[in-house]
C-alpha cells in the first residue's frame, strides 16, 4: 500500500519562501513520476509540479513557474517542492502525489495522494 506523508506547510508572508516535503513508502520510489498538486477552498483540486523517476524532467503549471521548484532523492524516497515568492493566492493544502509510471508529468497520470499540508500566504 502506498503511503505519503507532507510535510512543510505553515503560514507565511507574501514574497517569503518554503519547502514542502513528501516520504514515499509502499513502492519502489525510485521507479515512479512524483508530483505535487494542491487545492483552496471551495476549489478543485489542480496540478503544481511533476518530476520523472530519475529528475531528468520536470513539468509545472503556469501559475507556479520561476518561483516552485521540484526536486527528488530517491535514495531516502523523498519528494520536494521548493516555493519562492509566495503570494496569497498559492493559499491551498498541498499534497505529493505518485505517477502512474516513471514518466508521469502529467496531471491524469497520477494515482495516489497523501494527506495534505496546509500552506497560508499572508498579504
Known amino acids: 500500500q502506498v503511503q505519503l506523508v507532507e510535510s512543510g506547510g505553515g503560514l507565511v508572508q507574501a514574497g517569503d519562501s518554503l519547502r514542502l516535503s513528501c516520504v514515499a513508502s509502499?513502492?519502489?520510489?525510485?521507479?515512479?513520476?512524483m508530483g505535487w498538486f494542491r487545492q483552496a477552498p471551495g476549489k478543485e483540486r489542480e496540478f503544481v509540479a511533476a518530476?520523472?523517476?530519475?529528475?531528468?524532467?520536470?513539468n509545472y503549471a503556469d501559475s507556479v513557474k520561476g518561483r516552485f521548484t521540484i526536486s527528488r532523492d530517491n535514495a531516502k524516497k523523498m519528494v520536494y517542492l521548493q516555493m519562492n515568492s509566495l503570494k496569497p493566492e498559492d493559499t491551498a493544502v498541498y499534497y505529493c502525489?505518485?505517477?502512474?509510471?516513471?514518466?508521469?508529468?502529467?496531471?491524469?497520470?497520477?494515482?495516489?495522494w497523501g494527506q495534505g499540508t496546509q500552506v497560508t500566504v499572508s498579504s
Open positions: 509502499g513502492r519502489t520510489f525510485s521507479r515512479y513520476g
Open positions: 518530476i520523472t523517476l530519475s529528475g531528468g524532467s520536470t
Open positions: 502525489a505518485t505517477g502512474r509510471t516513471g514518466y508521469s508529468l502529467r496531471s491524469y497520470e497520477f494515482e495516489f
